[in-house]
């Protein structure tokens, strides 16, 4: 769990429900001050509740006994002229967003599910995702068609890596190998299957990080030139999930690109992080373009899934 997100969430819980106690307690000064019989008993009870503090701080078990006893009595006074008056509890009580934890995000030690959505949304802001509407439930192998493949046909085929990236997701961070990669031409299916994973991860509360790599590249040489952007370049090292789509449409730096790329790779793996790969490249274009270093990386078996989309463009069988 990301505690910087879950830390700024509480912080702006705390504040919420402090500005609802604040609204209550004015609404019910604002009554108590406005009615004369109800201002007296009031403002007796607060003078009982002082002697209390008094008597409690002297030892002196009597005395706040009886003051208990008048504070009681005061209260039961109180509380019936406000019926006699239509002011019930309800009206000056503090109103919270959610009744359920009081705002406070808690409900017995266990995180409140408003809490929980809350996070969900701030770790979806903070992945690059945008709300595609993209998921294993939304998948509909109907739109693929049967084009024959070898011995099978491309739904089936297509089907069965998501199978295999369904299976990832749902036992994150607990999975056989720790990265896939996706290999396939435009359009049939790659960025669906990412957008897929990210999201059953991110309900399951991990951080991910979505970028192509054209973007990531642009923000690692960004964070070279410029310190003060160093953090742009710790969240891909950080993210519990990172994601990086599209390899190959970055801009190639010779003796930088790769450089950058091999940092990130190279550090998630000694790491035992996760990552996802997509590319339009096959295996050896992308062996061509990057090098030794990190193909070998990048297809290690032991670690990585090597799927492959084969088949006909999707993006007009909807």
Do not use: W
Request: proline share 2%.
């Amino acid at each position: 769990m990301n505690r910087d997100i879950l830390n700024a969430l509480l912080v702006e819980y705390r504040l919420k429900r402090e500005a609802a106690i604040k609204d209550a307690e004015k609404m019910r000064s604002d009554l108590i001050v406005s009615d004369d019989e109800l201002f007296k008993l009031c403002d007796a009870q607060t003078e009982l509740f002082f002697a209390h503090g008094f008597a409690q701080l002297n030892g002196n078990a009597p005395e706040q006994a009886r003051l208990e006893s008048e504070i009681d009595a005061l209260e039961n006074k109180i509380n019936a002229l406000q019926k006699e008056k239509n002011i019930y509890p309800d009206a000056i009580a503090p109103h919270f967003d959610c009744d359920a934890c009081g705002d406070t995000g808690y409900i017995n030690g266990q995180m409140c599910s408003c809490l929980k959505q809350k996070y969900i949304e701030a770790l979806i802001e903070r992945s690059g995702m945008k709300d595609t509407g993209e998921s294993f439930e939304t998948f509909n192998e109907q739109i693929i068609p049967k084009t024959p493949i070898g011995k099978t046909n491309q739904r089936q085929h297509t089907v069965k890596i998501k199978n295999v990236c369904k299976k990832y997701a749902e036992s994150f961070p607990n999975t056989e190998k720790r990265n896939i990669l996706l290999i396939g031409k435009t359009g049939l299916g790659k960025s669906f299957l990412l957008n897929s994973v990210a999201k059953e991860v991110l309900n399951n509360r991990y951080t991910v990080l979505k970028t192509t790599a054209y973007n990531m590249v642009d923000r690692l040489l960004a964070s070279f030139k410029n310190q003060a952007k160093t953090n742009d370049k710790e969240q891909f090292f950080t993210a519990d999930l990172l994601i990086i789509d599209d390899l190959g449409s970055e801009p190639f730096i010779k003796n930088v690109t790769v450089e950058h790329l091999f940092s990130i790779i190279n550090e998630r793996t000694a790491n035992n992080m996760h990552t996802l790969y997509s590319t339009n490249l096959g295996l050896n274009e992308l062996q061509e373009r990057y090098g030794d270093r990190i193909f070998s990386r990048l297809t290690d078996q032991k670690s990585t899934y090597i799927l492959e989309l084969r088949g006909q463009d999707l993006r007009h069988q909807a």
